[in-house]
């Protein structure tokens, strides 16, 4: 008679001589109660603190969430929302931009929804914004999202935004925008007005004098603090700022900026509003002979695939949008849940290549 041992002995090999095929072991998942035992408080604890009841301290919810983290529970969506009338869904609104910035956010988004065990549900609009907006913020709602995220790049979006009265926490992702002092709606973004002084403040530091803005549209928040990081950071230095355009972010745009300034005089420095701004310009100054950067440094703002490999390659301001996604979604949720969180704006970084050299004297 056989006897029972390790899986794939001889003993356990059957009369026909075939082996069964092996069973791949399932690990089972961890639950509301094994998280109570790690965390030190009861069943009912930690369902308040997932549920977002008001009746936990602040310490207490704090060693839950530690515990959630450490055992790798995830919330039953589906029970959730049986007990709580809660979807565990975020919604999104966007306006349906191709542009980088809020393309690049929107994935990102997404993303860290999922990874914080929230699905999304995404909304997008268009003007006038008055009516979509409202539109798209009431469907959100009706369909029971714990909170919703708007990607408002463009001025006229958030100020129909902030005319919404929603029943859920709101954020506006709007670059340089104060919250409005609603507890219930407020904002988060990346500091690109520091990321557009640091740009800057890389030029002078270069020893350069005249640094010209070739920037993006004033109707998108974007646009108004690069140039405000632009204009703080020459002041600063007591330099005057130079030459500025407003442009609509494309490089053919950009590119016919370059030949104006190729006829008018070329400066010193610039500080382009976006990697598609910089290339355009790079393009027109090539064709025209002018060099880059022996005659002319210039810097973008993304830090877009590909920055690394124009000729020359790109100085430019690197956005973290996965950084800024993460953030949000932890913003939003903790308003969901009643935890304070840190709002402070995801810092940008420079990448410093060789489209920038210092100033040629004499």
Request: charged share 20%; no cysteine.
């Given at each position: 008679m056989a006897k029972a041992g390790a899986e794939g002995t001889a003993e356990n090999v059957p009369r026909g001589g075939h082996r069964p095929a092996r069973v791949a072991s399932v690990r089972r998942k961890p639950s509301i109660t094994d998280v109570a035992q790690v965390a030190g408080v009861s069943y009912q604890t930690v369902s308040?603190?997932?549920?977002?009841?008001?009746?936990?301290?602040?310490?207490?919810?704090?060693?839950?969430?530690?515990?959630?983290?450490?055992?790798?529970?995830?919330?039953?969506?589906?029970?959730?929302?049986?007990?709580?009338?809660?979807?565990?869904?975020?919604?999104?609104?966007?306006?349906?931009?191709?542009?980088?910035?809020?393309?690049?956010?929107?994935?990102?988004?997404?993303?860290?929804?999922?990874?914080?065990?929230?699905?999304?549900?995404?909304?997008?609009?268009?003007?006038?914004?008055?009516?979509?907006?409202?539109?798209?913020?009431?469907?959100?709602?009706?369909?029971?999202?714990?909170?919703?995220?708007?990607?408002?790049?463009?001025?006229?979006?958030?100020?129909?935004?902030?005319?919404?009265?929603?029943?859920?926490?709101?954020?506006?992702?709007?670059?340089?925008?104060?919250?409005?002092?609603?507890?219930?709606?407020?904002?988060?973004?990346?500091?690109?007005?520091?990321?557009?002084?640091?740009?800057?403040?890389?030029?002078?530091?270069?020893?350069?004098?005249?640094?010209?803005?070739?920037?993006?549209?004033?109707?998108?928040?974007?646009?108004?603090?690069?140039?405000?990081?632009?204009?703080?950071?020459l002041r600063e230095a007591d330099l005057t700022p130079g030459f500025y355009a407003e442009g609509d972010w494309s490089p053919l745009w950009a590119y016919r900026t370059g030949l104006r300034l190729v006829r008018e005089g070329v400066p010193e420095a610039i500080f382009a509003a976006s990697d598609h701004t910089a290339l355009g310009l790079i393009r027109a100054f090539v064709e025209s002979g002018i060099r880059v950067p022996q005659d002319v440094s210039v810097v973008g703002f993304d830090d877009i695939e590909g920055c690394d490999v124009f000729l020359p390659p790109l100085t430019t301001v690197r956005q973290d949008f996965p950084a800024l996604a993460q953030a949000s979604i932890s913003v939003l949720i903790g308003s969901i849940e009643g935890i304070e969180v840190d709002r402070t704006p995801i810092p940008p970084a420079l990448v410093i290549r060789n489209s920038t050299t210092e100033r040629r004297r004499g």
């Open positions: 308040r603190v997932i549920t977002g009841s008001p009746s936990v301290s602040s310490a207490t919810r704090a060693r839950v969430l530690e515990a959630i983290a450490e055992v790798g529970y995830r919330r039953n969506k589906a029970a959730t929302a049986l007990v709580t009338n809660r979807s565990t869904t975020i919604g999104i609104v966007t306006d349906g931009s191709p542009r980088y910035g809020p393309v690049a956010t929107l994935l990102a988004l997404e993303s860290a929804a999922r990874e914080a065990g929230y699905g999304s549900a995404v909304v997008g609009v268009k003007e006038p914004y008055d009516r979509t907006v409202p539109e798209a913020m009431g469907s959100l709602g009706d369909t029971g999202v714990d909170g919703i995220i708007v990607i408002a790049p463009l001025r006229a979006m958030a100020t129909a935004v902030r005319k919404v009265h929603a029943d859920v926490p709101v954020e506006m992702i709007a670059a340089g925008v104060s919250s409005s002092g609603r507890e219930r709606l407020f904002t988060f973004s990346e500091n690109q007005e520091l990321g557009a002084r640091m740009a800057t403040q890389h030029l002078i530091d270069l020893g350069h004098r005249d640094i010209a803005h070739v920037g993006g549209s004033l109707a998108w928040f974007d646009g108004r603090v690069r140039k405000r990081g632009w204009e703080s950071a």
